[in-house]
């Protein structure tokens, strides 16, 4: 049940973008993506749910493919304070909607270089 | 606030001990998890707490035992572990409102070593 990202890891030059993907064998109710820096908590970075709605990080954009049960992360003009694991974080859809089972995917690593 | 804190930040167990991890959190959320991360890998998550009921319980062995006393805080009580349960335990919170999802907020996570 676990999504998986791609890619597993990629080495930025600052100023570059860059696109991590998120894929689910199942049904989405929604998506989230968060940061996590080595010996630190995940940070939130987005949530996009089904039908639409969308909230989260001003320079951080995001889109989620319901149909194809996908969801992409953009990094554009990338900083050195990017650098981190980043995880997609899916739930599945249940009766009533959500369900609260928040499932962390594969993880990507990024490194912003100068 | 949007803080969770959890307590203590360092563990040192052996395997005949008993011991408990705490959460807190005083943003009026609903929904609190608890998730297991090894190094490298990401956030596994063990159990969910919706509106002080355990709703989600992910086949964890019985020697991690959740326990949430009221809206917020959450316990986990640790039992006869085995080395291989060292990681780091994170806590999280979210408003959990039934049908509607939120972003979850994370504690600094114990870390938990078993010997």
């Known amino acids: 049940q676990q999504p998986v990202q791609s890619p597993q890891a990629v080495i930025l030059r600052e100023g570059e973008d860059a696109v991590i993907n998120c894929s689910s064998s199942?049904?989405?109710?929604?998506v989230h993506w968060y940061r996590q820096k080595h010996g630190e908590a995940p940070v939130f970075l987005m949530i996009?749910?089904?039908?639409?709605e969308q909230k989260g990080h001003e320079k951080i954009s995001a889109s989620f493919n319901e149909k194809k049960q996908q969801s992409s992360l953009y990094l554009t003009a990338s900083q050195l304070s990017y650098s981190g694991t980043y995880f997609c974080g899916t739930e599945y859809s249940g009766y009533g909607g959500a369900t609260n089972k928040l499932i962390f995917g594969t993880g990507t690593l990024l490194a912003v270089q100068p | 606030d949007t803080e969770v804190t959890q307590t203590p930040k360092h563990l040192v167990m052996g395997m005949t001990n008993k011991k408990s991890l705490k959460c807190e959190q005083h943003?009026?959320?609903?929904?609190m998890y608890w998730y297991k991360q090894k190094a490298k890998k990401p956030p596994e998550l063990m159990f969910v707490?919706?509106?002080?009921?355990?709703?989600i319980n992910e086949s964890v062995p019985s020697r991690f035992s959740p326990e949430c006393p009221n809206s917020s805080l959450l316990n986990l009580h640790l039992h006869a572990l085995q080395p291989e349960d060292s990681a780091l335990y994170l806590c999280?919170?979210?408003?959990?409102?039934?049908?509607?999802?939120?972003?979850?907020?994370f504690g600094q996570g114990t870390r938990l070593t078993v010997v």
């Open positions: 707490y919706s509106y002080e009921k355990l709703s």
């Open positions: 199942k049904a989405l109710y929604s």
């Open positions: 943003m009026g959320h609903r929904a």
């Open positions: 996009l749910l089904k039908g639409g």
């Open positions: 999280a919170s979210s408003q959990g409102r039934q049908g509607k999802n939120t972003e979850a907020f």
